[in-house]
């Protein structure tokens, strides 16, 4: 209905086109694309982007919270750079997609802990 | 396929949930809904709400974009509240959304300047 999805600058990108950028590992391999991004309501600060990867049609799909603060977006790649490996990422946080998931702080705070960013939950 | 929209706290949301969100004015009348978000790609902060109300099924539809630092999320009212009335928002920025949206620099000031915000683009 609409083309809001075309709004776009080199700085500013739609929320919507967020959702399916790449994100690569520092040796420039993907590790997955970004599904979704949870924002702060009051700041407006997206503070972590979900990636998915692997499972068909959504299912087997694996949900990786990662910390804004972890991601660099890379005009060249066109996508997110991660400094973490494939082999990191398998023990990285992450949650089933086919469930509703409970986003609790303990959560949020493993996620920051694991990719040592200043956590925003303090 | 996924229930990425149901991920919320108190105080995270998911950008595809903020979607949707009414704006109120000052006195409680609703200005329209949140249509999308305008992302500074590098820092991940929010820089506008684009807005939109009238038409029907995309039709005249009026996108109206808001500086997200104009806006205050009310969690009674469930939404989003801005000090401007209907009267006024007849006379703020907008565009059509039939047509692709060039999004300039100059654009982007005149917005700003409109709600007389700190601007993004200095």
New interface residues.
Partial sequence: ?????????G??????K??GTAVFDLTGDKLGSV??????????????A?M?FGGF??VG?K?HPLP?AA?K?DEGKVGYVINMDKKQLEGAPNFD?????N???DY?RSVDAFYKTHSYWM
């Fill in positions: 209905m609409t083309e809001m999805t075309s709004i776009t600058t700085s500013l990108i739609a929320a919507d967020v959702n599904e979704n991004i949870m924002i702060d309501k009051a700041s407006g600060r997206a503070i972590y979900v998915s049609l959504g799909e949900h804004w991601l977006y997609g086919g469930s509703e998931f986003w609790t702080q949020g």
